[in-house]
């Protein structure tokens, strides 16, 4: 076991550091608010929610900074509507904050906000930031645990074989939430490791491997002799209902992790995970270190 220096702080939401900006604000709105949750602004700047994950944070919602007449029970306590609660902000120290479900988070990792105030690993690519999901053999419709938040953008997903096999993917939201379950990718081949690129260039349709929600329109080409089918990528915007992420393998052994590549007006690095956490059952505490 490695020791990391980083021990949870007992009915604190500071680990180390300070802070170097704390305002105060209104609670409008009691849903979620936990200590160490992402908050963004309400409806006046006095007032704070819980962030949704796609909307530009404000801070850190603090504990044991507020006034005690106004500070809950304890870390695991929720605020009350109408209290005036911190917010920290200012970078550079470390604070608990709260692992997004079916995630897993390694020391170090880069986080992003998430939804309820969370947060979520993530790796940038070309087309946004990466959530980090991984994989094994599932023969039938499997979810991750992980729920994008809604009106997140979707740009691409990538798939990274760590064990191959001659295998396919799929990759989607939720069937029976009204999602579809080989949305993002459809049979995306497992049979060599690393990176797999997507078939965008075949002679039949059926074979392209971008799902329907990032394919909007197939264009047959015949200019060359045989016709071709190329796909146009366009982003996929998460609704209210089919919000689930699912995957799905054929039957061999296979395992990986593919990237759900999303943005948003509040994509952005808010932290570093500074211990290893596996979340992939239920939301968990996380000591990051601020970088907001």
Same mark, same amino acid.
């Given at each position: 076991?490695?020791?990391?220096?980083?021990?949870?702080?007992?009915?604190?939401?500071?680990?180390?550091?300070?802070?170097?900006?704390?305002?105060?604000?209104?609670?409008?709105?009691?849903?979620?608010?936990?200590?160490?949750?992402?908050? +963004?602004?309400?409806?006046?700047?006095?007032?704070?929610?819980?962030?949704?994950?796609?909307?530009?944070?404000?801070?850190?919602?603090?504990?044991?900074?507020?006034?005690?007449?106004?500070?809950?029970?304890?870390?695991?306590?929720?605020?009350?509507?109408?209290?005036?609660?911190?917010?920290?902000?200012?970078?550079?120290?470390?604070?608990?904050?709260?692992?997004?479900?079916?995630?897993?988070?390694?020391?170090?990792?880069?986080?992003?906000?998430?939804?309820?105030?969370?947060?979520?690993?993530?790796?940038?690519?070309?087309?946004?930031?990466?959530?980090?999901?991984?994989?094994?053999? +599932?023969?039938?419709?499997?979810?991750?645990?992980?729920?994008?938040?809604?009106?997140?953008?979707?740009?691409?997903?990538?798939?990274?074989?760590?064990?191959?096999?001659?295998?396919?993917?799929?990759?989607?939201?939720?069937?029976?939430?009204?999602?579809?379950?080989?949305?993002?990718?459809?049979?995306?081949?497992?049979?060599?490791?690393?990176?797999?690129?997507?078939?965008?260039?075949?002679?039949?349709?059926?074979?392209?491997?971008?799902?329907?929600?990032?394919?909007?329109?197939?264009?047959?080409?015949?200019?060359?002799?045989?016709?071709?089918?190329?796909?146009?990528?366009?982003?996929?915007?998460?609704?209210?209902?089919? +919000?689930?992420?699912?995957?799905?393998?054929?039957?061999?052994?296979?395992?990986?992790?593919?990237?759900?590549?999303?943005?948003?007006?509040?994509?952005?690095?808010?932290?570093?995970?500074?211990?290893?956490?596996?979340?992939?059952?239920?939301?968990?505490?996380?000591?990051?270190?601020?970088?907001?």
């Amino acid at each position: 076991m490695v020791d990391y220096g980083i021990v949870k702080p007992s009915n604190k939401i500071l680990e180390r550091g300070t802070p170097t900006v704390i305002t105060s604000h209104n609670i409008e709105t009691a849903t979620t608010m936990y200590a160490g949750r992402l908050v +963004k602004a309400g409806t006046t700047d006095y007032d704070i929610v819980v962030n949704d994950g796609v909307s530009p944070v404000i801070g850190w919602l603090g504990w044991e900074q507020a006034d005690m007449n106004n500070r809950p029970a304890t870390v695991d306590t929720i605020y009350a509507a109408s209290e005036e609660a911190p917010v920290l902000r200012g970078g550079d120290f470390n604070i608990v904050a709260s692992l997004a479900v079916g995630f897993v988070a390694a020391r170090g990792d880069v986080l992003i906000p998430w939804g309820s105030g969370t947060v979520a690993p993530a790796v940038q690519f070309p087309e946004g930031w990466g959530v980090k999901i991984p994989f094994i053999k +599932k023969t039938s419709e499997y979810t991750t645990g992980v729920v994008l938040p809604q009106y997140m953008r979707v740009n691409d997903v990538w798939v990274h074989v760590v064990t191959n096999a001659s295998a396919t993917i799929d990759i989607g939201l939720l069937s029976s939430a009204s999602g579809d379950a080989d949305g993002f990718v459809d049979g995306e081949d497992l049979t060599n490791a690393g990176w797999v690129n997507h078939n965008l260039v075949d002679a039949f349709a059926d074979n392209i491997t971008l799902g329907v929600l990032l394919d909007e329109v197939q264009i047959k080409d015949a200019t060359g002799g045989a016709p071709v089918f190329t796909p146009i990528k366009t982003p996929y915007v998460v609704g209210a209902t089919a +919000k689930s992420v699912t995957y799905t393998t054929s039957d061999a052994t296979v395992t990986g992790n593919f990237y759900v590549v999303v943005s948003s007006p509040g994509t952005f690095p808010v932290a570093i995970a500074e211990q290893p956490i596996d979340a992939s059952a239920a939301a968990a505490d996380i000591v990051v270190r601020s970088l907001i």
